[in-house]
Structure formats: structure tokens, C-alpha cells
């Protein structure tokens, strides 16, 4: 079964924070993703990344950043945080053989609140 | 007109039932589909996917593909109050490599 952790169930931060959220999947993944969730809103990609030190935009970038120093790991960075960054954060991976479109498996998702 | 457009209910249906949820999409040369189910609170699942036009069937689902309406649909039998959960339907882009996920359909399995 495909594994995929998040550093964090609840998280409460405060304004201007710099915030880390971690993501590892432990299938050997080719791609991992970044989504955020809010009701109404359904599932918007942040960030995805095809490899190693690769990254791409998503459809909402802005105020975030990842790395991805390692297969495994897949980090979310919001480098001063805002209360209108509140969301459920979720992380994905999928195996690569199909491109981009293949099958995504969800971590259990981090609730970030920023006061 | 949203890249991929569900109702997003509640959808209230009788236990025993069939449910039945709708998912059109815009994208003409999209070719994975994706059922997800989110329970409350909870991350997505992967129920069932389909590449080709037709029915696709597993246990009491069955996903219905027709890309000449690019429609996709999944039809839950039997249905239980377990089945009650948000339904995401997924579609690939076809000139970016990323998956487009509708809003969610709500359904309500009442006893």
C-alpha cells in the first residue's frame, strides 16, 4: 500500500511565520504534489514536482515555495504566513509512469490555521 | 466554464438505492478520469479510474465514460450510509501534466 505522511495533523501559527509543512511517501514515487482545500473551492495544486530539485508552478503559487532535496520528501514552505492562507493542506504522490496523470495518493492532510 | 464541473449537492438518496454523480469536463483531449471519495474531515481515496468509453465496473460501482459528451459519471448500487462523503471527480490535462479536480459532489445515504 502506498504510504503518504504529513509532519502535521493541526498546525496554529501566527501572522509573518515562517511555516514548514512536510510531506513523505515511502513508494518511490516520481511526483509529489502540493494542494490546498477550502470549501467551495474544491482541490487547487500550489506545487508539483516531477524529480529530484525539480519544481513546477500549480494553478495558486503565490506566497508559497517547496523544496525537494530528496525522492521521498516533498516540503511546503509559506515564508511569512497569512490569515488567508488557512486551509487543509494536502500533500500527493503518483508513480510517474503516466506523465502527470497518473493515479494520486493523498496524505491524511495538515489543517494550518494562521491567527 | 470551469475545466471540471460537478453538482455539489447534497445529493440525498435512499439506502438500497442507486446514487448516480455527474462530472462533465472541457478539456476534448483529457484521457484519465478519476473518482475520489472524501470523507469529512479526511484526504481523498481513490474509488476507481477510467481511460476508455464505455463502463467500468468494481464491486457496487460502476464508472460510465463518454468522451464525446465529456461526460463521466459513477453510479454507486446498493447504496449504504457508509457511501455518505464529498465524490471528486479527477480529469488529466491534456497539454500540462497535472490532474484538474472538480469541486465535489455531496451525497447523503439516509436510512
Known amino acids: 500500500d502506498v504510504k503518504v505522511t504529513q509532519s502535521s495533523r493541526y498546525l496554529v501559527k501566527r501572522t509573518g511565520e515562517k511555516v514548514f509543512l512536510e510531506c513523505v511517501q515511502d513508494m518511490d514515487h516520481e511526483n509529489m504534489f502540493w494542494y490546498r482545500q477550502d470549501p467551495g473551492l474544491g482541490l487547487r495544486l500550489i506545487y508539483f514536482?516531477?524529480?529530484?530539485?525539480?519544481?513546477e508552478k500549480g494553478d495558486i503559487p503565490e506566497g508559497y515555495s517547496v523544496s525537494r532535496e530528496k525522492k521521498e520528501r516533498f516540503s511546503l514552505i509559506l515564508e511569512s504566513a497569512s490569515t488567508n492562507q488557512t486551509s487543509m493542506y494536502l500533500c500527493?504522490?503518483?508513480?510517474?509512469?503516466?506523465?502527470?496523470?497518473?493515479?494520486?495518493?493523498f496524505g491524511p492532510g495538515t489543517r494550518l490555521t494562521v491567527l | 466554464q470551469k475545466e471540471v464541473e460537478q453538482n455539489s449537492g447534497p445529493l440525498s438518496v435512499p439506502e438500497g438505492a442507486i446514487a448516480s454523480l455527474n462530472c462533465t469536463y472541457s478539456?476534448?483531449?483529457?484521457?484519465?478520469f478519476f473518482w475520489y471519495r472524501q470523507y469529512s474531515g479526511k484526504s481523498p481515496e481513490l474509488i476507481m479510474f477510467i481511460y476508455s468509453n464505455g463502463d467500468k465496473e468494481d464491486g457496487r460501482f460502476t464508472a460510465q465514460l463518454n468522451k464525446a459528451s465529456q461526460y463521466v459519471s459513477l453510479l454507486i448500487r446498493d447504496s449504504q450510509p457508509s457511501d455518505s462523503a464529498t465524490y471528486l471527480c479527477a480529469v488529466n490535462h491534456s497539454s500540462a501534466s497535472k490532474i484538474i479536480f472538480g469541486s465535489g459532489t455531496r451525497l447523503s445515504i439516509r436510512p
Open positions: 500527493a504522490s503518483s508513480s510517474g509512469l503516466a506523465g502527470g496523470t497518473d493515479t494520486q495518493y
Open positions: 478539456d476534448r483531449g483529457s484521457q484519465s
Open positions: 514536482s516531477y524529480d529530484v530539485k525539480m519544481k
